[in-house]
């Protein structure tokens, strides 16, 4: 019983398989919205641009006509009049073209949750594959999308058949009108029949998005198991990240006790804190933190200091704001520049042998050239 329950999908998705499923491009996607959208897109651009349009287009034709008996047509004349054409033609056309464009870029961001998914445009393999080809044609999903084409059908030919009987009904199929009455007709015409349309179309649109959106979120439940095992994923990926950081302060503590060696003093607390110092004349505009640490770690600093007759001087007020505010590598803030350079002062005065080895040692370590003496 415990197996069956851990084999259904009754857990919601996890943020991990939410984000992999956007890459891949698996989120609700409904083609009648699309579709929707760049109808309306379409005909709000034709509504502000059809007058100017039209104008255009009829002054062309105008001057075209009346000068058709007049126009040579040759090899040389041909080309100018069907680039005239494919300029009036083309502007009139492009504001349509580009507010499709538009629209089904924006329905597609929409959709999306405004996310890049190139996963979703990648080659698969598994695409060719005939089994799961059929199994696609005759799922659950292929039988509702077979319902909601068979809807636009019946959406389409309704808005058609209420536009035919209004139009029966206008007193142009029944009295003498005015040819200027053929304008207002087509316009008021076309304006209900595609109202109508997209207000159909949005209905079925709104469904079918409702239908995608339920099947997305049924599809991506996930199994008591898989969110098991994606947990002991992650841990997995949290030991090693804290593997590596441990890793990482390991070689960074060796290579700050390999610099202490090299140090010009040791500042301590005397037991909490120690912070090994160095400072070349023409080389450092300040002096340099080569390591720090606190308790034990200190303790193996003033050893090494020791080992090695590094100068150590005492001063607890120093040490305590060195070892919060500096950084290994760096130099110190310039707000103990002054206390420093004391310390700095007393050390090369009382220890000129020492730094006398000092250079000769920095030299043999290739850390650089000189060190600084009293």
Same mark, same amino acid.
């Given at each position: ?137 005759? #799922?659950? %999903?292929?039988?509702? @999308?077979?319902? /909601?084409? *068979?809807?636009?059908?019946? !959406?389409?030919? $309704? +808005? ?29 015409? #076309?304006? %209900?029949?595609?109202? @109508?349309?997209? /207000?159909? *179309?949005?209905?079925?649109? !709104?469904?079918? $998005? +409702? ?31 804290? %593997? ?16 202490? +060696? ?113």
């Amino acid at each position: 019983m415990a197996e069956n329950d851990n084999d259904q999908k009754t857990e919601q998705p996890t943020e991990k398989r939410l984000h992999e499923a956007a890459e891949k491009g698996q989120f609700a996607k409904s083609q009648e919205f699309t579709v929707v959208l760049t109808l309306g897109a379409a005909l709000s651009a034709l509504a502000f641009t059809l007058r100017e349009s039209a104008r255009e287009l009829a002054e062309y034709a105008v001057a075209a006509f009346t000068n058709f008996p007049l126009q040579t047509v040759d090899s040389g004349t041909i080309p100018l009049l069907l680039g005239g054409a494919i300029m009036t033609g083309g502007g009139a056309l492009l504001p349509v073209m580009l507010a499709c464009i538009g629209a089904a870029m924006f329905a597609g961001s929409v959709q999306s949750g405004f996310q890049l998914s190139p996963k979703a445009i990648s080659f698969k393999l598994e695409a060719l594959n005939p089994v799961t080809g059929f199994g696609r044609i005759f #799922s659950k %999903a292929a039988l509702v @999308r077979s319902g /909601l084409d *068979l809807l636009k059908v019946i !959406a389409i030919g $309704y +808005a058609l058949y209420l536009g035919a009987r209004g139009l029966l009904e206008d007193p142009l199929f029944t009295a003498p009108v005015e040819a200027a009455y053929l304008g207002t007709f087509l316009s008021e015409a #076309s304006t %209900a029949f595609f109202g @109508r349309l997209l /207000l159909s *179309l949005g209905t079925i649109a !709104a469904l079918s $998005y +409702a239908w995608e959106k339920f099947k997305a979120s049924r599809d991506m439940m996930m199994t008591r198991q898989e969110v098991k095992d994606e947990h002991k994923n992650s841990e997995g990926d949290g030991r090693l990240k804290s %593997a590596m950081r441990r890793m990482a302060r390991r070689l960074m503590q060796k290579q700050m006790l390999e610099a202490v +060696a090299t140090a010009d003093v040791v500042v301590t607390n005397p037991t909490h804190f120690a912070v090994a110092l160095k400072y070349e004349r023409g080389i450092d505009q300040a002096p340099v933190v080569l390591a720090k640490g606190d308790n034990r770690f200190a303790q193996r600093i003033k050893a090494l200091a020791a080992e090695h007759g590094v100068p150590t001087v005492e001063n607890k007020p120093v040490a305590r704001v060195l070892f919060a505010m500096s950084k290994v590598g760096e130099t110190i803030p310039p707000e103990l520049y002054q206390a420093v350079a004391e310390i700095l002062a007393v050390v090369y005065r009382t220890n000129r042998y020492y730094f006398h080895e000092l250079k000769t040692r920095r030299l043999a370590r290739g850390s650089g050239t000189g060190a600084n003496a009293a």
